[in-house]
């Protein structure tokens, strides 16, 4: 019984090792966006995004950083940042840790002419060094001493 809750207790402090060896990181993520309405191609632009990843406090923000977001779902294979929404905008975007590439998905419907749009976005990344998140002002307020 000492055994195996010996191996019990170093299998979880193995997986924790491992958990914190993965370093913080930035992701440069260039691709392409494409928006359909249903069946037909409407545009297809180049995309462009830079988003850090906080392995240690389980936060992630994108491009300058106004807002800083739990990370929903974190496995070996992927990154969930964000899934569902409501009916008129929906939106996935997720990074695939295997082939190292970002994956958003999203819905939009106009409310005026209750038009579909799809957005959707598969672009290569570019692991770089973190470089933290930028501080917000509300922090920065929260911070000051008078």
């Known amino acids: 019984m000492r055994l195996l809750g010996g191996m019990i207790g170093l299998a979880a402090a193995t ?5 914190h060896a993965v370093p913080n990181v930035n992701l440069v ?6 928006i359909t309405e249903p069946g037909v191609t ?3 632009e180049k995309f462009h995004e830079v988003y850090r990843i906080d ?13 800083i977001t739990p ?9 969930t940042l964000l899934g569902g929404g ?7 975007v997720a990074i695939d840790r295997v082939k190292g590439t ?8 106009s409310p005026l002419d209750h038009r579909t749009r799809l957005y959707d976005v598969n672009a290569p990344c570019k692991p770089q060094p973190f470089t933290g998140f930028t501080p917000r002002p509300a922090e920065d307020a929260a911070k000051a001493k008078f």
């Not at 993520?29 to 494409?34: A, H, L, P, Q, Y």
């Not at 990370?71 to 990154?79: K, P, S």
């Not at 970002?102 to 419907?109: A, P, Q």
Request: aromatic fraction near 6%; charge should be neutral.
């Open 42 to 44: 409407k545009a297809t």
């Open 102 to 109: 970002l994956e958003i998905h999203s819905r939009f419907t």
């Open 29 to 34: 993520c260039d691709g392409t966006r494409v």
């Open 55 to 67: 392995y240690e406090s389980n936060r992630w923000c994108q491009g300058s950083c106004t807002s």
């Open 86 to 92: 409501g009916s008129l905008l929906a939106s996935d």
């Open 15 to 19: 997986l924790a090792s491992v958990a």
């Open 71 to 79: 990370i929903i779902a974190l496995t070996n294979e992927r990154i």
